[in-house]
């Protein structure tokens, strides 16, 4: 089995997972813009490949400690002191996703994948092809807008503006447009909700 | 049957009483005492005095004494905060243990020894490594007579890798920034007791030539003592106090009128944020003994107020060889360094590199029971039957999972 793959943007290993979500951890000190709010990220189900979790990531956090707490009453604190505590201290961090569609053999479907991930699997970013692919459609919407816990129209906002940079200029207004139109159909109910979203995704002209 | 609070709340309000009563007597003595101190003015008036004592019948004197000339200084001396060098490199080791159990299923004790190393003045990632030393061996754990090494074996056998490892650290650094500041947690007179440790001399022999490779790196090595509880200076006042008749061993048995004082509660008085009390020698036989292996190898020591603000103060001995307090400007700089380590932690005024070194030796509940298992698996690997005593299994019986009936609200 192979454990360790090269070149792969590899956010982090998974900490717990359910069929809804999972929490990958990190260290502080490799936190980059791999770890972004609505980014689309993907983790394997079993071990070749073929079938693999695509979720988003909603939340990113970095726990304290009691000397963490203590370094930050000081009124000065020392540049190594700070290299000490992000390069050497194993400061976690923990990025949560949800769960918004799954890849089989190939396909990609917008819906809760068939099982949860198993501890420790790498979780890495999709690549630019595979988000292209998997946002044309906007099934998973209806996923992200009903979870609970999650802050599911700046979650949305976000993961439109990260997908869209996935596709060529000339399509990416189209794209954009089209989103909103489908997110109108299903926030109609809720216009202050809708236009809040709309705002957010609104394309720069 | 677990610790009923409502026998041991009586004994402690009754502790609580005794230490307020402690405390109030101790403001009349602190006050006799502020007198003697600012008035040990003349160093010639002292240095009689200790020569009195050491010269003579005297032979229970172990408070201070000054430097030898031209080294000495003045008793109520004050050092102020000295300015920070452009660069200099700290040091910090530490040590944690397992201790070895006479009913586990196998004999063995584990050394954790970490080391941290943090560079002033440039921008450099600190370094950081630990070592963990598993003793298994009959040489190891058991002493001459076949009997399993004391907790204090242990404990000596841990401070010397210690310095041992500070003393490797510093020859490896030695091309480092200057200066180069060795911190050992803890004072550096050491007391290994022959009765209580297994090849105590082999360790002080071993201790000493740790000091050497320090002294020949080039290395400031000084030992860090929080929250010291030495009578040094409150003793030598004593001594100061009496009339040269009066100096004898039944006088010296205590420290008179000024009997329950440490010198951190008088320095606490005295020294503002950042300044140093005068250095001192501590007049004992084990001092002695080193001096006698070198007289660089004696070993003098300070006080630091380590707070940086003028609220409650951080009194801190710091133990230096005599190669280091010999040198007006190392002292300084370690005044300095040990000023900016205490300033990192904020509120909490302790040497950062000591604090990283410790959490990096710091050996957890849940890292000892990993390591069990696979001591464990190793045996049973081994063909062997991991087996603890009956009385172990039964206290793991009785002490396990353990409910308390709770009121529900």
Known sequence: ?205 | MSLEFNKVVEQVQTMGRFLAHQANGNATKLERALELFYAATDLDEVHDRIKLVRDSSVSGYRGAAPLPRPYDEIVCGVGDPPPMPDDGTVIAVDGSQIYPDQHSYAQFYLINISTFVYYHGATRVPFQATAPHLYYSDNDVLDKDGRLITNQTVNARRSLMEVQRLADMAWELRGETRPLVAIHDGGLLKFFGATDVAGAHEIERDYMKALEKVFHAEGLLIGYIDVPRSKYLVSLLHLLSLQPDQVNDANLKTNGEIEGLTDAMLYALVLQPGERSALMVQNSPQNREYKDRGAEYEIASFYMNVSNHTGRPSIARIDVPMWVAKDKLAIAHIHALITAQCAIQGRRHYPYALTRSDELAYISGGEKSQLDELIRTAMRNATLEPEISNKLQTKGLARSNKRQHKIKV
């Open chain 1, 1 to 205: 089995m192979s454990i360790v793959r090269e070149n792969r943007n590899v956010v982090g290993r998974v900490l717990r997972a359910s069929t809804t979500g999972f929490d990958c951890g990190t260290r502080g000190s490799r936190i980059d813009e791999r770890h972004t709010f609505g980014s689309f990220v993907k983790v394997a189900l079993n071990e070749d490949m073929s079938l693999c979790a695509i979720g988003l990531i909603y939340a990113i956090r970095i726990d304290d400690d009691p000397l963490a707490r203590e370094l930050v009453m000081a009124s000065f604190v020392d540049n190594n002191t700070l290299i000490d505590q992000r390069e050497n201290r194993l400061v976690p961090v923990e990025i949560c996703a949800i769960n918004v569609g799954y890849i089989s053999n190939g396909g990609m479907f917008q819906s809760l994948p068939p099982r949860p991930p198993m501890r420790l699997s790498e979780v890495e970013l999709m690549s630019e092809q595979e988000v292209y692919v998997f946002t044309r459609r906007f099934d998973y919407f209806r996923l992200v807008l009903n979870a609970k816990e999650v802050p599911s129209d700046d979650l949305l906002a976000a993961a439109l503006r990260y997908a869209s940079f996935a596709y060529p200029e000339s399509e990416r207004y189209e794209f954009l447009v089209r989103s909103g139109r489908r997110m109108a159909e299903l926030l109609s109910h809720d216009l202050k909700r809708l236009s809040h979203v709309l705002a957010l995704i609104k394309p720069q002209q």
